[in-house]
């Protein structure tokens, strides 16, 4: 009888091979020199450096929240233990309060009182219209006024630790690469200059946040209370998936019809390059709304098909990736079967018809790997797009379940807030910059990736 | 009146600036022709460009002082810069397709230059433009002002371009390889052009190549310039009669020449080092047959050998020993069975158009070829660009399937296979490509490109022990099978293609153009190797090339191509020695010899090769035909056969 009941939801077993496709993928692109070559480039590159690091940082927090499990509900000895209809992850157990501590409605960052005024009873008074105080924001002051004070202490606080941590980190970088200066001159082969500068500036931010998280609402919180800096770690998850099953949906049927279309042309291409075109013809919108609506349709029918609401967010989360992915292969595949035309008439291609090689066989030795920096770099780039696309459908109304936090919903919801007066703009405004932060990093580490595979340059 | 004083230019790598150039220094005169003469990547390119300051973003002027006429160039701002630019100083650039602006007319583009230079605008620049493209020899300018660079052939191009350079007025015209992208008898049209256009205005040039035989014909002086320096500066005269540097003296013995046949020709050894490893002492001391101990410790002095003559060489000789002289084992005599016999070959391509795609015509690329090679001979397959000989090689291996007619390997019937016994009768044919850099996988090991053949063909036995013993016969070690072809040079990666041809033991080796985008002393190496490996395994070879010194020196059988027929073939004697054909005569009396001597009667050919699309009617070289009659424009010529072997396509060979 243990206390918790793990749970594997679809888009965790995905997001972990996902994971040890990318281990996999490493390990294999270490035993060829011209990519591990082309990957060290990366790797001095500062921006692309310091935008991994973000990366990473926000992978991490994904990856925590792909971990999912039912905690036991409290039962009397010899009892079935019985679990809780919710679903939690990792993280939800690491950021404890920030999902609990929920408030009455809007609070603005920092705040000790709500937004808005309420009507209380005052013993001896009668009633009294007045912000009244928080349930949890601030609740260890005695004086709402040493709030200034109280947060500033804890900032300086945090800031002395993120210096030290930062400190024992560079120290840590300092001895195994040769040295301060080495380190900052950017005479290291990797640019730890770059990743340990990113990481200060993340310390910085973080740390004051994460401390100030303890005892107050930070970013503020939502129309039912929640706290909206719990919002934003729950929608990276949502992002990242959006993000990246969408490619290794789209990836196969690109490379597959673009090679196929460049290698064999003829009939074979003019199939494809209708069908590319044809696809390309209908509003993006329009087809993934239709689609999207019929799938709602399915899933709303069947609901015996899930156990829990986190189970049907899941699906319709992974179905739209789906979705996504059938509708914007088309772009990549151009791109690639254009790559593909220019390759088959190279020489060695011909030397290698020349000795009869077959035609798949001359695909994947000689087409495919000489296309894997388009695919490369066309997979980081679609990230960032893919990520931008889900708030924009879920700002539709025809993106993720609307229990499932993401990007997009926060900024749905956000859109009434600011018709209000006084304008309640912390929820958008988080949202936004998260979201910012995320998609910056992601073309920043594209640009890089990109520099890094171009032929020109190597 | 151009003074370079100790220039020197480097590309920033990193932290460090690699010097391309090390302290150059020379002087052109007005009027006279400088040639910078070199192998590729030894700074010639970036000698140009640091004179003009037009250096890649990565380029720095180092050091030295660039003079015209006493003023200081490279103390010039970037804007007084583009005074000279164009205007005092112009320069022609290699390629004629890309120096062009694509959306631009002619007019627009050579306006350009006039308006900034001269101040010329409407009517007045019209005038002046008209003027110019006349005096660069384009028929027809009113017509051609309007027109986009896509409408004008290669060597219009270059006439624009040179056009272009000439609106400034310039008082120095750099030349950057003006004509290596351009056949033979457009390159003869160029040269004489330049000439004569210098002659008129007396310019200064300054003329970039690699081709000794340009030099011959073109240069007063010349600079030789290996490994960023300058080690001999020489006036025509003396350059030809008395080389002293010993490179200089390599290069000579290096070139392929009929009076080396059967002989192995002489080879540099090595490569320039790269601009990261400069030897402290002399540069070529590496690769030098004269080597002494005092050349590695010490960079050489400029020595001068005869008033106007000077050298940097430690070495104080006239000239060096003759190399010892191999002769390599020629080949079997004619008159076998021929092992390929091809016969009325056609390759038409189809031109589509509308949205059917409709077939409204067709590219004859070659019209009805008839070949024969007979077991371990050479067979010179020559022509200028877009004759089709290319098309002819690939169609011979079933790379481009033929329209019509027959190839017969060993008697065996090769067009309509396909399968199987299209793969057992690859065995006996493999292709050598003519660019090294796009003919090998870059993701692949060597060893896996030598070994694809083997594998795909089922060519059985240990395959590591096979790879290793061929890349011994092409002279590479055995470690190179490891190894990826990024790693190797030009010359290098050519072996590597000639290796894996030769994986599965071919009968016939069609060679496109191998030894085209290499340097001269790499070239000999590549050649000397393929005589070498015809003596020892007996291979025939199909030689595609536009090269006649090539030609002369490795060729039994030589057959002239134009506009996709043959016009002219016969034994190598009988053909360069007797041409009969008024093709094949203007071709060769167009190749520019890298001799004194080579400036003998010239044949001028008027124009170039019209379009394969639409070939003109009868004899197909009549429009550009000295000898042309009615006759030539109404009826294709029969064959003429003069002896056993020697056959020419003329209604007036008799």
């Known amino acids: 009888m243990s206390d918790f009941q793990i749970v594997v939801l679809w888009s965790d077993i995905l997001v972990w091979l996902l994971l040890a496709a990318g281990i996999g993928l490493g390990l294999l692109i270490s035993r060829s020199p011209p990519l591990l070559a082309a990957w060290r480039r990366v790797g001095a590159s500062r921006p692309g450096m310091a935008s991994a690091t973000v990366l990473l940082a926000f992978v991490l927090v994904g990856l925590l929240d792909s971990l999912h499990y039912r905690p036991a509900l409290e039962s009397q000895p010899g009892e079935q233990t019985q679990y809780a209809i919710e679903v939690l992850s990792v993280l939800d157990a690491l950021v404890g309060p920030l999902r609990t501590e929920n408030e009455k409605t809007y609070s603005s960052p920092l705040a000790t009182h709500l937004h808005a005024k309420e009507t209380t009873e005052v013993p001896g008074v009668g009633t009294v219209r007045e912000f009244p105080r928080l349930k949890f924001g601030g609740v260890h002051l005695d004086d709402p006024a040493q709030r200034g004070g109280d947060v500033a202490m804890t900032a300086l606080r945090a800031v002395g630790l993120a210096a030290l941590v930062w400190l024992a980190l560079a120290a840590l970088v300092a001895a195994r690469c040769g040295g301060w200066a080495a380190v900052w001159r950017g005479r290291t082969r990797f640019a730890w200059n770059a990743v340990l500068a990113t990481l200060g500036a993340m310390l910085l931010v973080l740390l004051p946040v994460f401390l100030l998280a303890g005892d107050y609402h930070v970013f503020g919180t939502d129309k039912v209370g929640q706290d909206v800096l719990y919002q934003i770690l729950k929608s990276v998850r949502t992002a990242l998936i ?69 189970e049907r967010a899941d699906l319709r989360l992974l179905a739209l990736c789906f979705i996504l992915g059938i509708t914007s292969w088309t772009g990549l595949c151009r791109l690639l079967r254009g790559e593909t035309l220019k390759l088959r008439e190279l020489e060695y291609i011909q030397a290698a018809q020349a000795f009869g090689v077959s035609n798949w066989r001359i ?30 459908l879920s700002y539709v109304g025809i993106g993720v379940d609307p229990t499932m936090t993401s990007f997009g919903t926060m900024i749905n919801n956000a859109r009434m807030e600011l018709g209000r007066e006084p304008v309640v703009w912390w929820s958008l405004a988080a949202a936004f910059s998260a979201m910012f932060i995320l998609v910056l990093a992601a073309n920043l580490f594209a640009d890089a990736v990109r520099d890094a595979f171009d032929p020109r340059a190597a | ?88 100083m112009a320069m022609i650039f290699q390629e004629p397709a890309t120096s062009l602006n694509p959306v631009l007319t002619v007019g627009r583009q050579i306006g350009e230059v006039l308006e900034r230079h001269r101040g010329l605008r409407g009517e007045a620049a019209r005038a002046r433009m008209l003027d110019l493209l006349r005096q660069v020899g384009i028929a027809d300018p009113e017509r051609r002002l309007d027109e986009y660079p896509f409408q004008l052939s290669g060597g219009m191009k270059q006439r624009v371009m040179i ?47 690699h081709d000794l035989g340009v030099v011959a014909r073109m240069a007063h002086r010349i600079g030789v310039m290996y490994a960023g320096e300058l080690v001999e500066v020489a006036s025509r005269e003396e350059f030809f009669t008395t080389p ?35 030897p402290a002492g002399c540069r070529f001391a590496d690769r030098c047959p004269l080597v002494m101990p005092v050349c590695r410790e010490q960079s050489p002095a400029w020595r001068e050998a005869q008033p106007g003559h000077a050298v940097r060489c430690h070495w104080q000789g006239a000239q060096a020993a003759p190399a010892v002289v191999s002769s390599v084992a020629d080949a079997l005599p004619s008159g076998q069975a021929p092992l390929l016999d091809v016969a009325d070959l056609k390759v038409h391509f189809p031109i589509r158009k509308g949205i059917l795609q409709r077939t409204v015509g067709h590219v004859h690329a070659v019209d009805g070829v008839s070949l024969a090679i007979s077991p371990g001979r050479t067979l010179a397959l020559v022509g200028e660009s877009g004759c089709g000989k290319t098309t002819v090689g690939k169609a011979l291996l079933q790379l481009i399937r033929p329209t019509a007619g027959s190839v017969r390997l060993a008697g065996e019937e090769l067009t309509g296979l396909s399968g199987r016994d299209l793969r057992a009768a690859r065995r006996q044919l493999q292709m050598i490509f003519q660019d090294p850099f796009a003919s090998l996988n870059p993701r692949l090991r060597i060893g896996e490109i030598i070994a694809e053949g083997m594998t795909a063909l089922g060519v059985g036995g240990d395959a590591a022990a096979a790879v290793r013993a061929l890349l011994q016969q092409v002279g590479l070690p055995d470690d190179a099978a490891e190894r990826f072809p990024h790693e190797f040079s030009g010359g290098q990666r050519q072996r590597i293609a000639i290796a894996r041809a030769l994986a599965v033991q071919p009968a016939l080796l069609v060679c496109d153009e191998p030894t085209s985008a290499l340097d001269v002393s790499v070239q000999a190496q590549i050649l000397n190797l393929l005589k070498t490996l015809q003596g020892e395994l007996g291979v025939a070879y ?39 054909h008024p093709y094949t005569q203007a071709l060769l009396s167009a190749v520019p010899v890298p001799r004194l001597d080579g400036a003998g009667e010239r044949i001028r050919l008027p124009g170039e090769t019209p379009s394969p699309a639409k070939p003109p009617s009868g004899c197909h070289f009549h429009p550009r035909c000295p000898q042309a009659t009615e006759v030539c424009r109404e009826r294709y010529p029969d064959g003429k056969t003069l002896s056993d072997t020697h056959v020419a396509v003329c209604h007036w060979v008799n």
């Open chain 1, 242 to 310: 959006i993000g990246l099953v969408t490619t290794l949906v789209m990836l196969p049927l690109a490379v597959v019809l673009g090679i196929v279309a460049g290698y064999f042309r003829g009939w074979v291409d003019d199939l494809i390059q209708y069908l590319y075109t044809v696809l390309n013809s209908i509003p993006g919108v329009l087809l993934i709304a239709a689609a999207v609506l019929m799938m709602q349709v399915v899933i709303d029918t069947h609901p015996e098909w899930f156990a829990t609401a986190a």
């Open chain 1, 363 to 392: 695909i994947l030795r000689h087409i495919l790997p000489n296309l894997m920096h388009i695919v490369i770099i066309a997979l980081v780039m679609d990230f960032s797009g893919l990520v931008l696309a889900e708030a924009v």
């Open chain 2, 1 to 88: 009146m151009l003074q370079v004083k100790d220039l020197r230019l480097g590309f920033a790598s990193g932290e460090r600036t690699l010097l391309a150039v090390d302290g150059i220094s020379f002087a052109i005169a007005r009027g006279e022709t400088f040639a910078l003469l070199g192998e590729s990547g030894c700074g010639k390119s970036a000698t140009a460009q640091g004179l003009m300051r037009l250096l890649p973003t990565a380029g720095r002027i180092v050091g030295g002082s660039v003079q015209l006429d006493g003023e200081e160039l490279l103390a010039r701002s970037e804007a007084e810069m583009r005074a000279y630019r164009g205007g005092r």
């Open chain 2, 163 to 209: 056009a272009i350079a000439l609106a400034g007025e310039p008082e120095l015209l750099i030349a950057d390889e003006p004509t290596t992208a351009l056949d033979v008898t457009v390159q003869a049209q160029i040269l004489d052009l330049l000439a004569q256009l210098q002659a008129e205005r007396g310019m200064g040039m300054l003329l970039i190549t």
């Open chain 2, 244 to 278: 002293r540097h010993p490179y200089t003296q390599a290069l000579f013995a290096a070139l392929p020449d009929m009076t080396r046949r059967g002989m192995a020709l002489t080879t540099i050894p090595g490569q320039v080092p790269s601009l990261a490893a400069m």
């Open chain 2, 542 to 580: 199909l030689f595609i090339t536009h090269n006649f010194a090539v030609v002369e020196y490795l060729a039994h059988d030589v057959a002239v191509m134009y506009l996709g027929r043959i016009v002219e073939r016969g034994s190598a004697d009988e053909v360069l020695g007797n041409p009969r």
